[in-house]
């Protein structure tokens, strides 16, 4: 039996966990320092609590890291410090230079780096994300396996570190920025009083984003992670010689929404808080 080890159960780490569990592996996790909602989640998909990362990473075939993008290299360095051994994959969403990065630090204890990306939404009964993965063939061949006849299919692009974390970044910057952009064009209109007409255009183009003007609350509640995923899609695009500045525009409008982290705020307060900038912010 394969043993996974999953840093950490957010809500997409512990619903793609209880997939591994579901093709017969023991899935440990690390309560320390985790919030009440990660342990319910924990709780919920049968997840095995282990006292330490240093015992996860002793008992540990695979490695799996979902964390936001901003803490993906701090949570490789932990791993690292315990000395493991073992396949670490790293599917968050990083540059193919922070992956780099972090292949490098993992290699550091003798473990074997596999860059992995995760596209669409947590698996469930009627979702089935896609889970792509670079790296060495035989590490990657032990992953696919640990998802089969799972809700997450498991795709193997090749064996180049990097381009997992580049077909994320290609994919998420445009989907998470459009999102972006759309709440923008309505603040906007919301401003000059033709909020109804701009909603009107785009609903006759049902693929807009523009039409979807109740998604913006959740793009709200998910910028704290979505806008350092942006800044990572930034540097993905510099490192190519291509333009950045929406990216990074992406990010700056996601700022103003962080106060709205894990809530569900009303689309009219979402599209207001574009008005503060984060300096504006009362102390």
């Known amino acids: 039996m394969t043993t996974l080890g999953i840093l950490h159960p957010g809500s997409m780490g512990a619903a793609v966990a209880a997939q591994a569990r579901r093709s017969g592996a023991e899935v440990l996790w690390c309560p320390a320092g985790r919030s009440a909602r990660s342990r319910e989640r924990a709780e919920r998909y049968g997840l095995t609590p282990v006292h330490a990362l240093s015992e996860m990473a002793e008992r540990a075939d695979i490695i799996l890291s979902l964390c936001p993008p901003a803490a993906a290299e701090e949570v490789a360095r932990n791993v690292t410090a315990c000395s493991y051994a073992g396949i670490y994959v790293d599917g968050n969403a990083v540059s193919p230079a922070t ?49 089969d006849r799972s809700a997450v299919q498991a795709r193997h692009l090749s064996d180049e570190i990097g381009q997992a974390s580049a077909l994320k970044l290609s994919y998420s910057s445009y989907q998470k920025a459009s999102r972006a952009l759309a709440a923008v064009a309505y603040a906007l209109a919301s401003d000059h009083g033709v909020e109804a007409e701009l909603l009107d255009i785009a609903e006759g183009r049902t693929t807009s984003y523009l039409a979807e003007t109740a998604y913006f609350s959740k793009v709200a509640a998910r910028s704290w992670r979505w806008g350092p995923e942006m800044k990572e899609a930034a540097h993905a695009l510099e490192e190519a ?15 103003r929404w962080a106060g709205f982290k894990d809530t569900t705020p009303d689309p009219a307060l979402v599209l207001e808080k574009l008005h503060t900038a984060p300096h504006d912010e009362p102390t």
Request: glycine fraction near 10%; hydrophobic fraction near 45%.
């Open 99 to 147: 992956m780099a990065n972090i292949s490098a630090i993992v290699q550091r204890s003798g473990a074997t780096a596999v860059d992995g990306s995760v596209i669409g939404s947590p698996p469930s009964g009627s979702k089935c994300p896609r889970l792509y993965l670079s790296g060495p063939a035989d590490a990657l061949h032990q992953v696919v396996q640990l998802f």
């Open 241 to 255: 010689g291509l333009p950045s500045e929406l990216a990074n525009a992406a990010a700056a409008v996601m700022e």
